[in-house]
């Protein structure tokens, strides 16, 4: 029996990926969630080490208990961030998809001498520190900031407006910083798109809007759901954004998260809403993958 090298190259090198990067430290999270808050270094007690060899491993289920877990249902804090993230994150990727789908179908309709430049124009924040960038918005959204100072010159508003440390701030950050995400999927599915399709839409004597609607939306969706599937993930476990641009009162599970970690030191509660914030996303996306599959298998 030979083995396909290049077959198992293909894969398994990702696999090793995963299983290296991925699913070895979700393990380690998953047993610290399962463990005890100790005052030690690191600060917890583990329920199983590699010195209680096979009898511990016998013993491990029970030893591990749900009380972690058990306590995000009891403290309203944790629930809380959860859905606060949860509605940033759905609000975020709203209006990153309507700011970024103009701009994708303004690049995919540009001549194609100028697409190359202005997509290097799409990606060239990602040059600067995200800290930088997110920092920048401070200067701009403060009392005394640009944007105030604007609206003021204008004569639009009277006082200066209190924009910093506001959830109106966090998604201020989240869609300028996530913006590229987006715009790059709609352009990959807008840009190979075959213009006759619209010629012909026009032929039968459909409006340009309804081409749009008819053609052209329908056959961008896999971007738009790549758009969002990639600004979505992120802004729901989002930490630096919130931290630097909203106010104590804003109230995201990253920012939780990291309370836990670094603030109060309690390793296994924070591993436990990793663990819950993980499963949050990842089962969704695996139903919806799962949908998708038996959708193509029905329409072959």
Same mark, same amino acid.
């Given at each position: ?34 463990? #005890? ?6 600060? &917890?007690?583990p329920n199983y080490t590699p010195e209680a060899g096979i009898q ?25 961030? &959860?859905?606060? +993230? ?13 700011? *970024? ?23 060239? %924040? ?8 997110? &920092? ?21 508003? #009277? ?20 913006? %590229?995400?987006?715009?790059? %999927? ?7 798109? #075959?213009? +006759? ?7 039968? *004597?459909?409006?340009?809007? $309804? ?8 056959? +961008? ?5 790549? *758009? ?8 729901? $476990? ?15 599970? $990253? ?7 670094? +603030?109060?030191? #309690?390793?296994?509660v924070a591993s436990a809403v990793a663990i819950v914030l993980l499963?949050?996303?990842?089962? %969704? ?16």
């Amino acid at each position: 029996m030979t083995i396909n090298w290049r077959r198992f190259l293909l894969i398994g090198i990702p696999m090793i990926w995963l299983l290296v990067f991925f699913l070895m430290p979700f393990f380690i999270v998953l047993k610290i969630s399962l463990s #005890d808050m100790a005052t030690a270094m690191p600060p &917890y007690t583990p329920n199983y080490t590699p010195e209680a060899g096979i009898q511990g491993m016998v013993n491990l289920w029970q030893a591990f208990d749900l009380e972690n877990f058990i306590w995000l249902l009891e403290d309203n804090i944790y629930w809380l961030s &959860y859905l606060s +993230s949860l509605q940033i994150a759905l609000v975020s990727t709203l209006f990153t998809l309507l700011l *970024g789908y103009p701009i994708a179908y303004a690049l995919a309709r540009s001549p194609e001498k100028w697409r190359g430049l202005l997509v290097l124009m799409i990606i060239l %924040p990602f040059w600067t520190s995200f800290l930088i960038r997110v &920092y920048s918005w401070i200067g701009i959204l403060k009392t005394e900031g640009f944007l105030n100072h604007f609206l003021l010159w204008l004569g639009v508003i #009277d006082t200066p407006l209190a924009m910093i440390n506001t959830n109106f701030a966090v998604y201020i950050g989240i869609v300028y910083s996530y913006l %590229p995400f987006m715009v790059l %999927p709609l352009y990959a599915a807008l840009e190979k798109m #075959d213009d +006759s399709l619209i010629e012909a839409a026009l032929d039968l *004597g459909t409006t340009r809007l $309804g081409a749009f609607w008819q053609v052209t939306f329908p056959l +961008s969706l896999p971007g738009i759901v790549a *758009g969002c599937f990639l600004v979505f993930i992120p802004a729901m $476990g989002e930490f630096v954004i919130p931290d630097l641009l909203g106010g104590s009162e804003t109230l995201m599970i $990253g920012k939780t998260l990291w309370g836990e970690f670094f +603030s109060n030191r #309690d390793w296994p509660v924070a591993s436990a809403v990793a663990i819950v914030l993980l499963m949050l996303l990842v089962i %969704p996306i695996l139903l919806f993958q799962r949908q998708q599959e038996k959708a193509q298998e029905a329409a072959s």
